[in-house]
């Protein structure tokens, strides 16, 4: 389940967040979260796996008719193709409207989730 991040969860997030390769410096983490913090079209969400703890961020930028995957991390423990395909799903389902996008990072994990949609369909 995905939840909008919050100020409490500061050091959980730049936990998730240290794990991508741009960003192992904690100055840039901070800076990070202080980008999702100031602007509304930037949002960064906690998921939560199935035993309700929390394993993952996912931070977005929400345009008038897509959203783009900025930032994407698990812990190493629930980093699978099926967590990632659940995270996507989720954030589909929230705004139905727009079309799940990939930045240069994330671009090859949305268009192997869209394959995967597209065989579901089949």
């Given at each position: ?5 919050k ?15 741009d ?23 906690l ?7 929390f ?60 394959q995967?949609?597209?065989?579901e369909?089949?």
């Amino acid at each position: 389940m995905l939840f909008k991040y919050k100020n409490d969860y500061e050091k959980i997030a730049m936990g998730f967040l240290s794990f991508i390769p741009d960003l192992k410096e904690v100055s840039h983490v901070q800076s990070e979260l202080a980008f999702y913090n100031q602007d509304d079209q930037h949002v960064l969400y906690l998921w939560q796996n199935d035993e309700g703890d929390f394993a993952g961020v996912v931070g977005v930028e929400i345009g008038t008719d897509f959203i783009l995957v900025r930032h994407m991390s698990l812990s190493p423990a629930e980093r699978t193709d099926t967590n990632l395909f659940r995270i996507l799903n989720e954030l589909a389902a929230l705004y139905p409207d727009n079309r799940v996008m990939g930045s240069l990072d994330t671009a090859p994990l949305i268009a192997k989730w869209e394959q995967q949609q597209t065989k579901e369909m089949d």
